[in-house]
C-alpha cells in the first residue's frame, strides 16, 4: 500500500468504560502517546484484582466485565459526560443507574446496579476503576484501534451473506477505501490525517467479543473460527500510536506516508 492508496474516515468512537456503550463522535484530538479522550478510562473490576489507582498497570481484559464473556453488557445504554464525569445507564429506555464516575457515592451507584443484576458473572464485588490518565485497553500501551470496512465486508461474504455490524469490532475508527485486510500489512508504517500522526504498530486478534450482536446482545456469529479457517489467522484491524498531534473527524482522509529518502 503507498501513499496513493487513501481511505475515509466513515466513523469515529470512544468507549469511556471497558465493556459499555460505543459513543460517536464527530471529531477528536489526537495527541503523541494518548488514546481518543476519555478512551477506556474506566473498567469495572470482576472480583479482585490487585489494581492500583495510585500505580496504575495494565491487566488482562478478563479481569473486567467485558462483551468477550459478558454479552449482556450489549443491552445496557450508557452515556458518559466528560465535564461532570456523569455516567447514565438505560435499559430498555430506562434509566437503571447513574454517578458522578470520580465520587465515591457516584461510583458506589453504579456498583450497585452491577452488584444486583450482574450476579450470575460475578467472582467478587464488581467495582468502578480509573486511574489518572490510564486507559483500559486490551494491549499494554496507549493506542487507537483502526477497523477497515472492506475487511468487515469480506467477512460477510465469508460467513455466507451474513450482516455484520461493525460496531462488533469496537474500533476507534472506521475507514471506508482500503481493499480488504490491506491494513495488516500496514504495520511499522505511518498514517497519516491531517496534522496527525499514527504508526501502525500491531494487529488486532480478534475475540469471543464479535460474535456478540451489538443491538439485540445475542451471541449470533462465530467470527474468530471464521476468520481463522478462511485466512489461518483471526486477526482483523489494527492499532496505532499517535506520534504527532493533530484533530480528525468523519469525513477525513487518512493515507499511508511513504518512507522519506533519505
Known sequence: MTSSMTAEITGLYRYPIKGLTPEPLPRAPLRVGQTLPA???????????????????????TQFLMLMRNERLAALDSR?????????????????????????????????????????????????????DHSFSDVARKVVSIINLGSVRAIETMLGGVAVHPLRFRANLYVQGWPAWSELDLVGQTLAIGAARLKVVKRIVRCAATNVDPNTAKRDLEIPPTLSRGLGH???????????????GVGDTIAVEEPKVV
Open 39 to 61: 478512551d477506556r478510562r474506566y473498567a469495572i473490576e470482576n472480583g479482585p484484582s490487585g489494581f492500583d489507582p495510585e500505580a496504575p498497570a495494565w491487566m488482562p481484559k
Open 80 to 132: 458518559f459526560e466528560d465535564a461532570t464525569n456523569l455516567l447514565t445507564i438505560r435499559k430498555d429506555g430506562k434509566i437503571v443507574a447513574s454517578g458522578d464516575l470520580e465520587t465515591a457515592a457516584g461510583r458506589a451507584a453504579i456498583e450497585a446496579y452491577f452488584t444486583e443484576n450482574f450476579q450470575p458473572e460475578l467472582r467478587g464485588a464488581p467495582k468502578l476503576l480509573s486511574g489518572r
Open 234 to 248: 483471526m486477526d482483523c484491524g489494527i492499532y496505532a500510536e499517535v506520534i504527532a498531534d493533530g484533530d480528525i
